[in-house]
């Protein structure tokens, strides 16, 4: 018997232990399934520099919304700015720098229903011309805690102004803007910015418009568009610009006329010349017609019927034994009233008044 009690007693404290870890899980006492430092927030979004004329630098970025784990990011206490300040000359894009603390960005209140304001973020520096600068940005826990991962970087080139660009306008085609500019030279690029009614500034693609012209079609009938443009100073991903040119303002109008009239008939009356042509009824952007007329000897067409509104007119303004020619035109309803091309010519010869007949005298016989 003494023999089988150890083997007892192991046996019952395994049990034991087995049925205390059970009671344990059962009250919610657990181990954190992942290490802390994959709960740190992970890395900033978008970092990016904008550079002014004045050789101002601005450093934005949007929050994290995931932590290192790619799971939800549940606290963010504050952005800390690191930076290196280089030379131009020697400068190598992969060798070591040293950083130095800059600025603390602390996160804005979150929003209702949000864990963490996404921002956007931004700090703001001077830099020179002739210096390299290195930056870094990483968010950290309220506790005071960043994982190495979650550091971005941005390399920022110091670079003097362009200065003012030559020339920019902008003018109004059929449901189009055409932005013509002066060409950049190597090392730059234009920057073409369009603001529309009720919205923000936006900077148009001109990627594949490097001739020095740029059409927008993006835009409505009866809308107004502004846009300016500024020359860029591009180095790496650093860009430094110049002061924007004159604003250009342009009212987008229907410049497109109506398809023109096919055919078109005249024939004398005793009333005067009845005029039929091709109806566009069917067509709704048609407001109505032009009837134009040439008389013989004549060069130019005169307008007689302005926005006739049916495919029939009368021309009770010719004299008779007269020739006269037609034209008729079509116009929409835009704005500008454009007007189609004219219709074939049509002539007619108008009738000649009767002349009262030759009557021999009438002789009274009792006379």
């Given at each position: 018997?003494p023999?089988?009690?150890?083997?007892?007693?192991?046996?019952?404290?395994g049990?034991l232990?087995?049925?205390?870890?059970l009671?344990?899980?059962?009250c919610g006492?657990?181990?954190?399934?992942?290490?802390?430092?994959?709960?740190?927030?992970g890395?900033?979004?978008?970092?990016?520099?904008?550079?002014?004329?004045?050789?101002?630098?601005?450093?934005?970025?949007l929050?994290p919304?995931?932590?290192?784990?790619?799971?939800?990011?549940?606290?963010?206490?504050?952005?800390e700015?690191?930076?290196?300040?280089?030379?131009?000359?020697?400068?190598c894009?992969?060798?070591?720098?040293?950083?130095?603390?800059?600025?603390?960005?602390y996160?804005?209140?979150a929003p209702?229903g949000?864990?963490?304001?996404e921002?956007?973020?931004?700090?703001?520096?001077?830099?020179?011309?002739?210096?390299?600068?290195r930056?870094?940005?990483?968010?950290?826990s309220?506790?005071?805690?960043?994982?190495?991962?979650?550091?971005?970087?941005?390399?920022?080139?110091?670079?003097?102004?362009?200065?003012?660009?030559?020339?920019?306008?902008?003018?109004?085609e059929d449901?189009?803007?055409?932005?013509?500019?002066?060409?950049?030279?190597?090392?730059q690029?234009?920057?073409?910015?369009?603001?529309?009614?009720?919205?923000?500034?936006?900077?148009?693609?001109?990627?594949?418009?490097?001739s020095?012209?740029?059409?927008?079609?993006?835009?409505?009938?009866?809308?107004?568009?502004?846009?300016?443009?500024?020359?860029?100073?591009?180095?790496?991903?650093?860009?430094?610009?110049?002061?924007?040119a004159?604003?250009?303002?342009?009212?987008?109008?229907?410049q497109?006329?109506?398809?023109?009239?096919a055919?078109?008939?005249?024939?004398?009356?005793?009333?005067?010349?009845s005029?039929?042509?091709e109806?566009?009824?069917l067509?709704?952007?048609?407001?109505?017609y032009?009837?134009?007329?040439r008389?013989?000897?004549q060069?130019?067409?005169?307008l007689?019927?302005?926005?006739v509104?049916?495919?029939?007119?009368?021309?009770?303004?010719v004299?008779?034994?007269?020739t006269a020619?037609?034209?008729?035109?079509?116009v929409?309803k835009?704005?500008?009233?454009?007007?189609?091309?004219p219709?074939?010519?049509?002539?007619v010869?108008?009738?000649?008044?009767e002349?009262?007949?030759?009557?021999?005298?009438?002789?009274?016989?009792?006379?």
């Open positions: 018997m023999i089988f009690a150890p083997r007892r007693v192991g046996l019952l404290a049990l232990a087995g049925l205390l870890a009671i344990m899980v059962g006492v657990k181990t954190h399934p992942y290490p802390e430092s994959s709960v740190l927030p890395p900033p979004r978008r970092l990016a520099q904008t550079q002014d004329e004045n050789g101002q630098l601005w450093l934005t970025w929050a919304t995931l932590n290192m784990a790619n799971r939800p990011l549940l606290t963010l206490d504050h952005f700015v690191w930076g290196s300040d280089n030379p131009i000359k020697g400068y894009d992969g060798c070591p720098v040293e950083f130095r603390k800059l600025a603390e960005v996160i804005k209140p209702p949000l864990n963490v304001h921002g956007p973020y931004q700090w703001v520096t001077k830099i020179a011309s002739d210096r390299v600068y930056f870094k940005v990483a968010g950290f309220d506790r005071g805690a960043v994982n190495p991962q979650s550091w971005r970087e941005i390399t920022v080139y110091g670079q003097p102004s362009p200065g003012a660009l030559p020339s920019f306008a902008a003018e109004l449901l189009a803007v055409r932005l013509t500019y002066s060409r950049p030279r190597s090392g690029r234009i920057e073409i910015q369009k603001l529309a009614p009720g919205q923000n500034w936006v900077s148009l693609d001109t990627a594949g418009s490097p020095g012209s740029l059409v927008d079609l993006n835009v409505v009938y009866g809308q107004t568009y502004i846009y300016r443009a500024r020359l860029l100073n591009e180095l790496g991903e650093s860009f430094a610009p110049g002061p924007f004159p604003e250009q303002i342009v009212k987008v109008v229907d497109t006329p109506p398809r023109p009239i055919f078109l008939d005249a024939s004398a009356t005793p009333q005067g010349v005029l039929r042509w109806s566009l009824a067509e709704e952007e048609v407001a109505g032009r009837v134009y007329r008389l013989a000897g060069t130019t067409f005169v007689i019927g302005d926005l509104a049916e495919n029939i007119f009368l021309d009770s303004g004299k008779p034994g007269e020619y037609y034209q008729v035109t079509a929409d835009s704005p500008a009233a454009n007007e189609s091309r219709s074939p010519e049509a002539s010869l108008t009738i000649p008044e002349s009262e007949p030759d009557r021999p005298p009438i002789i009274d016989p009792g006379l």
